[in-house]
């Protein structure tokens, strides 16, 4: 069918962790749209950051809860229990129906204790760029993109905003993304994932929530995973129902254009190949 894409988002957080709306408004929504497959993606239990992720009780409420609603919407909506697992975290993704594989943060050198999130606000890069890394903000990035390169060799089944570590540099304050050493890491990342099979994402929230113009992953970076004949998904990374399929055929516009001719849609069964 064409435009499956449309009708699969599994990218997706809940009020259990760092989202806007419960499982349960989260189905409900999906259904409505006419989706076909719901995968939720709770935050992996962090131990030393539990503001945005999923704490162990609240992990334990969210799989009985997901548990229900894939018998309530059985035959109407196929639900799947995901995790977003981060080096950090010591949940088990083997024990879910699908995994995501992300690097949320960095921790350097010379002070190794100093483990910094960057998915917040631009006041968590001060630390990260000006303290742990004495100031280069393309140290930071090297680190990011090692963090990338280790949660690829574990195989997920997808592969988490690949360059988040761009989210809020949008006006290159932080880096320059044409930067050798910039470039130089993010292909070592996208080599570790083209080793391990890796199905790497594109993520429109950078620009759902205002951070970018553009995706993640970039237009320079997709179009090296396509030489080197990676898959792509396509997903919303939402946190409110309203973003469940946000950006979706722009993203596939996107991929066309590039040289893409199709893209990965994961249902009950696994992966489909979806024609653009």
């Not at 497959?37 to 999923?54: A, K, N, R, W």
């Not at 606000?121 to 963090?147: C, H, I, M, Q």
């Not at 690829?152 to 989210?167: N, S, V």
């Amino acid at each position: 069918m064409a435009k499956e894409y449309l009708l699969s988002s599994v990218h997706v957080h809940t009020k259990l962790c760092d989202g806007k709306n419960t499982p349960e408004e989260l189905a409900l929504s999906a259904w409505k749209a006419g989706l076909k497959t719901l995968g939720f993606s709770g935050h992996s239990h962090t131990p030393h950051d539990i503001e945005y992720c999923m704490t162990n009780a609240r992990t334990q409420l969210y799989r009985a809860q997901v548990a229900k609603l894939k018998e309530r919407y059985a035959g109407k909506l196929d639900i799947l229990c995901g995790l977003e697992w981060d080096l950090y975290s010591d949940d088990d993704p083997a024990a879910y129906d699908y995994w995501i594989g992300s690097a949320h943060y960095v921790n350097g050198a010379p002070r190794p204790a100093n483990i910094t999130r960057l998915t917040g606000a631009k006041r968590t890069w001060l630390p990260a760029s000006r303290t742990t890394f004495d100031g280069d903000g393309l140290a930071v990035v090297e680190t990011y993109f090692a963090n990338v390169a280790a949660v690829a060799a574990k195989k997920p089944t997808i592969l988490g905003h690949f360059d988040l570590i761009k989210k809020v540099n949008g006006t290159a304050s932080f880096f320059d993304e044409s930067d050798p050493r910039y470039t130089a890491a993010a292909h070592k990342a996208l080599e570790a994932a083209a080793q391990a099979g890796c199905v790497l994402e594109v993520n429109t929230s950078s620009v759902y929530r205002g951070f970018r113009e553009d995706y993640f992953p970039s237009p320079a970076i997709l179009k090296e995973w396509l030489t080197m004949g990676g898959n792509v998904t396509i997903t919303a990374d939402a946190h409110e129902a309203k973003a469940l399929t946000f950006g979706f055929e722009e993203a596939a516009a996107q991929l066309k254009e590039l040289g893409y001719t199709r893209v990965l849609v994961l249902g009950k069964d696994g992966f489909a190949s979806c024609e653009l």
